[in-house]
């Protein structure tokens, strides 16, 4: 059995060949073996490079409308600034046509007069207050026990495909920035929170997330998420999401293999894996963590993610910040199989070590049998 973790440099055909004169003159089959695995995983890498290096991305901002449009691969990603001073999701799937308009976001009423709007309208990062009962962004304690926080929209930048959009409590000195960053490759969105304490005296963080990803009302979406155990990893798991809440979490003080930081969302039920609409995520932390995946009685699905509020304190003190995880996100029309190529796409020209500039790294061979190996 061989296993074989490569890298993909553009000069990788020397790399190589050098390291394949290491192996026993007379083990040509094995030498012929390795030649028909790591030449294809370096051209692939390679393609992924160039393709990284000539695509585009785009951020645009109507101040008539008030809508923030990124765009990107085959993705279109859409929220605006409603009445509220809310940032509210518009849309977020199949690549728009250029001429396709969105009107100015407008909160969303509530079913009864039980359901506040701040819960039903779609908001990509709220706070814990006015009213809010579903699962916050940010929940904070201030040293006169008031724990009520209400964010709104105070100005943005565009920075290439960077998006950054702060926000501010409407009483407090509490700021957030959020930060949105997408990959002109795959349209892979990258998201997470600056918060910020320009408040006098020290407040206490109860719950800090990264972002949350809205997907309009079904009755038929489908959850998928890794669990495992030692020698047991990635076991899929699919379950019908029904109105509620989901929560995927580690209270270990890490990541580990009883459950991945990843989600997808499939809408319908695809017969295989290579159709039909998927969204999906992972956030990027290796402590604590949680992802809870929620659906209203108007079958709308929101997924926050960030930080384990189990057990979780976090003191605040003036002039002080604290960054969340970054929180990727992507969509794929091409089915479950389609969500995971443009993921391993992105994490190798973006998040491994050779990123963004392709390198030679290390291959590591872990060879049963009586293969010999000049290492010298």
């Not at 290096?53 to 901002?61: G, S």
């Not at 407040?203 to 890794?226: C, H, K, M, V």
């Not at 969500?339 to 992105?346: Q, T």
Request: hydrophobic share 40%; net charge neutral; charged share 20%.
């Amino acid at each position: 059995m061989l296993f074989i973790r490569g890298s993909f440099p553009v000069c990788g055909v020397v790399s190589l060949q050098r390291w394949l004169s290491r192996l026993d003159g007379d083990n040509k089959p094995l030498r012929m073996l390795l030649c028909t695995l790591l030449i294809p995983l370096w051209l692939f890498g390679l393609a992924l490079y160039a393709e990284a290096q000539t695509a585009t991305a785009k951020i645009d901002y109507s101040p008539s409308t008030r809508v923030f449009r990124i765009e990107a691969a085959d993705v279109s990603y859409l929220f605006g600034v409603n009445e509220h001073e809310q940032l509210q999701t518009l849309y977020w799937g199949s690549r728009l046509a250029a001429n396709d308009k969105f009107p100015s976001a407008r909160a969303v009423n509530g079913s009864s007069s039980f359901d506040p709007s701040v819960n039903a309208t779609p908001q990509e990062f709220v706070a814990w207050g006015g009213g809010l009962y579903v699962v916050p962004d940010l929940k904070i304690t201030f040293p006169d026990g008031n724990r009520d926080l209400v964010l709104g929209y105070l100005s943005h930048t565009i920075s290439g495909n960077v998006l950054t959009v702060l926000l501010r409590d409407i009483q407090r000195n509490v700021f957030v920035t959020a930060r949105y960053e997408i990959d002109a490759a795959t349209g892979v969105l990258a998201r997470s929170a600056l918060i910020e304490n320009k408040t006098n005296a020290p407040l206490t963080i109860e719950d800090a997330s990264s972002a949350t990803w809205n997907l309009p009302g079904d009755r038929e979406y489908q959850l998928f998420y890794l669990t495992g155990r030692w020698a047991g990893e990635w076991n899929l798991q699919r379950q019908t999401i029904h109105p509620g809440k989901t929560v995927l979490e580690s209270r270990r003080g890490s990541t580990g293999d009883e459950v991945n930081p990843w989600f997808a969302i499939a809408r319908g039920n695809p017969q295989d894996e290579d159709s039909g609409n998927v969204w999906f995520g992972a956030l990027g932390w290796s402590g604590s963590w949680q992802i809870a995946i929620e659906q209203n009685d108007e079958r709308q699905v929101r997924v926050t993610g960030g930080f384990d509020p189990f057990d979780f304190s976090y003191r605040l003190a003036s002039g002080e910040s604290l960054q969340t995880p970054t929180f990727y996100g992507g969509y794929s029309q091409h089915g479950i199989g389609g969500a995971s190529r443009l993921l391993h796409r992105f994490e190798l020209a973006t998040i491994v070590p050779q990123a963004p500039r392709a390198r030679a790294r290390p291959v590591l061979l872990q060879l049963v049998g009586g293969n010999r190996v000049r290492l010298g």
